[in-house]
């Protein structure tokens, strides 16, 4: 068939911005103090210490408690309720760790012990208060949607009935000169596509018509428009 013509002026363009929202929460929280807790005899190992009570998000934690025992034991430490964010020395007592976004809350109930394995002693327990560092990974950029319309041709350049129109081919790109992004619209009928995911900037499109057998319109006019 002849080269299909397409109606100059018939091309209507809306930007649409969609944006994104975000939010987050936490929980309460808690305070200790470095009292210590000791069972058994005088002899006992002691331990002391005073831990942070809060920690934000994306930073690192760290506590190790100070300890004593009797000449020529060994010490080992444990813990109870640690937080799902830390890691825990048994050797040095140490408890250390970054909470990410997603730990923000109250972490409550955690005891330090020591012992010399035959006695023990412990921190009074103490919360640890997770918060928001106030900044996270930046926004996705906003994206815009343009929505093209046009008229179906009819006729073929020679003035003949046009009845083999298949689809139309939707090109465009940032630059008069380059519209090397392309979406193909497969169907005769169709006279509105919405092209979304647009970058801001000024956006410029052309469409071109395709038979059944393959044959292509001329370029229609190039419209732009800026998201």
């Known amino acids: ?43 006992a190992p002691t331990i002391t210490g005073t831990p942070p009570t809060t920690a934000t998000a994306g930073q690192a934690y760290s506590f190790t408690p100070s300890a004593s025992g009797p000449s020529g034991t060994t010490l080992s430490f444990s813990i109870k309720n ?22 923000v809350g109250a972490f409550s109930g ?10 023990s002693a412990s921190l009074a327990g103490f919360n640890i208060q997770v918060a928001s560092s106030g900044s996270g990974p930046p926004p996705p950029p906003p994206t815009s949607s343009v929505t093209l319309s046009w008229t179906v041709p009819t006729t073929n350049t020679n003035g003949t009935p046009l009845t083999d129109l298949a689809g139309f081919t ?15 619209v497969a169907s005769a ?14 956006w410029y499109f052309t469409i071109t018509a395709y038979s059944s057998v393959g044959t292509q319109s001329t370029p229609s006019n190039v419209v732009s428009t800026i998201t």
Request: charged residues 5%; negative net charge; glycine residues 14%.
């Open 1 to 43: 068939m002849d080269r299909v013509i397409f109606r100059p002026g018939a091309y209507t363009l809306c930007a649409l911005a969609v944006a994104a929202l975000a939010g987050c929460g936490g929980g309460g929280g808690g305070s200790s103090s470095n009292s210590v807790v000791q069972s058994g005899s005088a002899a």
């Open 82 to 103: 640690m937080p799902s964010w830390a890691t825990f020395s048994i050797a040095t007592g140490a408890l250390t760790g970054t909470p990410s976004s997603s730990n």
């Open 110 to 119: 955690i005891v330090i012990s020591v012992s010399d394995g035959q006695q």
């Open 170 to 184: 939707i090109n465009y790109g940032t630059s008069p000169d380059a519209m090397s992004e392309t979406v193909t």
């Open 189 to 202: 009928s169709t006279t509105v596509y919405t092209v979304s995911g647009l970058a801001s900037g000024t």
